[in-house]
T-cell receptor, first 113, second 114 residues
Framework: KQEVTQIPAALSVPEGENLVLNCSFT??????LQWFRQDPGKGLTSLLL?????REQTSGRLNASLDKSSGRSTLYIAASQPGDSATYLC????????????FGKGITLSVRP | DAGITQSPRHKVTETGTPVTLRCHQT?????MYWYRQDPGHGLRLIHY???????DKGEVSDGYSVSRSKTEDFLLTLESATSSQTSVYFC?????????????FGPGTRLTVL
């Protein structure tokens, strides 16, 4: 069974810092990995989808990397801002028909002004 | 915005009553999902659908049923609500025909069972 771990559960940083959020998974036979953002009381917003054949995906100040062999993905946030404060979740989809996403429990990020 | 709406957005009900949550999408995506989100457990899949009248169970399906009679609507029913079903429920869709692609989520329904 695929397990997805995100450590630490919470992180507080000063504004302007570059930061890395980590995601690890136990089964490397993944099809893709998706990073989400969730603001308090809201739904999940998709940030980046990275396919198993890719090493990186970028969107604005966000960069996601994937290392299947080591079972890791990182989400890099450049020049963090208070508006980046939210919970960030990663989710992994295994290969195979009708495979589903397995979610980590998320990292709650607080960016201090 | 993937055109996903959920109704109701908030509901308070009593133990033992039936509850139906609705998910509506506007873009004819084949795959639709129901999740619940609870502190300490994260997001867990309840049921999913891969077409009209085609549904399957997720990891926490006990006590829930689903129906999909039209492409755009996916209903989640709690036949007899229990306090353990107090949660935030999210609907999601997956783009493309194979269910492998990016997932997009609705705004959620907060359900309280007293």
């Amino acid at each position: 069974k695929q397990e997805v771990t995100q450590i630490p559960a919470a992180l507080s940083v000063p504004e302007g810092e570059n930061l890395v959020l980590n995601c690890s998974f136990t089964d490397s036979a993944i099809y893709n990995l998706q990073w989400f953002r969730q603001d308090p009381g809201k739904g999940l917003t998709s940030l980046l989808l990275i396919q198993s054949s890719q090493r990186e995906q970028t969107s604005g100040r966000l960069n996601a990397s994937l290392d299947k062999s080591s079972g890791r993905s990182t989400l890099y946030i450049a020049a963090s801002q208070p508006g980046d404060s939210a919970t960030y979740l990663c989710a992994v989809r295994l290969s195979g028909a009708n495979s589903k996403l397995t979610f980590g429990k998320g990292i709650t990020l607080s960016v201090r002004p | 915005d993937a055109g996903i709406t959920q109704s109701p957005r908030h509901k308070v009900t009593e133990t033992g009553t039936p509850v139906t949550l609705r998910c509506h999408q506007t873009e004819n995506h084949r795959y639709m999902y129901w999740y619940r989100q609870d502190p300490g457990h994260g997001l867990r899949l309840i049921h999913y659908s891969y077409g009209v009248k085609d549904t399957d169970k997720g990891e926490v399906s006990d006590g829930y049923s689903v129906s999909r009679s039209k492409t755009e609507d996916f209903l989640l029913t709690l036949e007899s609500a229990t306090s353990s079903q107090t949660s935030v429920y999210f609907c999601a869709i997956s783009e493309g025909s194979g269910g492998y692609n990016e997932q997009f989520f609705g705004p959620g329904t907060r359900l309280t069972v007293l």
